[in-house]
């Protein structure tokens, strides 16, 4: 194997690499700050608090 080819092989990587991250975020749900926030306590009751954060 040549040095061009691994070099085509490592850009191929990585180029792969950083698209499949921007599908994986195109496609996921925007959950990302939910799960961050924690439940309003004047809004969430205590019994639905769990399902609120998750």
């Known amino acids: 194997m ?3 080819t ?4 490592v ?3 990585v180029i792969g ?3 499949s991250i921007l599908v994986v975020q195109y496609f ?3 959950d990302s ?3 961050t926030t924690p439940p309003d ?5 205590p019994e639905n608090a ?5």
């Open 11 to 13: 850009y191929g990587f």
């Open 6 to 9: 691994v070099m085509m092989g």
């Open 28 to 30: 996921a749900p925007d």
């Open 2 to 4: 040549t040095s061009r």
């Open 17 to 19: 690499a950083i698209l």
């Open 33 to 35: 700050n939910k799960s």
């Open 41 to 45: 306590p004047l809004v969430v009751r």
């Open 50 to 54: 769990a399902q609120e954060t998750q």
